[in-house]
Nanobody
Framework: QVQLVESGGGLVQAGGSLRVSCKASGSTGKINVMGWYRQASGKQREWVGFISSAGTTNYADSVKGRFIISRDNAKNTVYLQMNSLKPEDTAVYYC??????????WGQGTQVTVSS
């Protein structure tokens, strides 16, 4: 079993930057892909991007060129660097991991609010 704890959310002005982190603990050796989703108030949860165990990244079109996902395997941590933030990026951001067996696990979420 893996526990995921996000941190680093907060309030930022439009055009600013913010980095959120997600630290995994427990059976971290079984983690393959680490990624992020977000859910704005009143909307469905949407995929933001992911990074594979080999370091390959992929992003949703809405954040491509502005967000960067990285991971530190030694620290069992995945990061989401968000640049050029827009008010429409306001959401609860959730860490998500996929295990080699295909199972998923979710963090509790961290609020990111972008003011105009």
């Amino acid at each position: 079993q893996v526990q995921l704890v996000e941190s680093g959310g907060g309030l930022v002005q439009a055009g600013g930057s913010l980095r959120v982190s997600c630290k995994a603990s427990g059976s971290t050796g079984k983690i393959n892909v680490m990624g992020w989703y977000r859910q704005a108030s009143g909307k469905q949860r949407e995929w933001v991007g992911f990074i594979s165990s080999a370091g390959t990244t992929n992003y949703a079109d809405s954040v491509k060129g502005r967000f960067i996902i990285s991971r530190d395997n030694a620290k069992n941590t995945v990061y989401l660097q968000m640049n050029s933030l827009k008010p429409e990026d306001t959401a609860v951001y959730y860490c998500n991991v996929i295990f080699y067996g295909g199972e998923r696990s979710w963090g509790q979420g961290t609020q990111v609010t972008v003011s105009s």
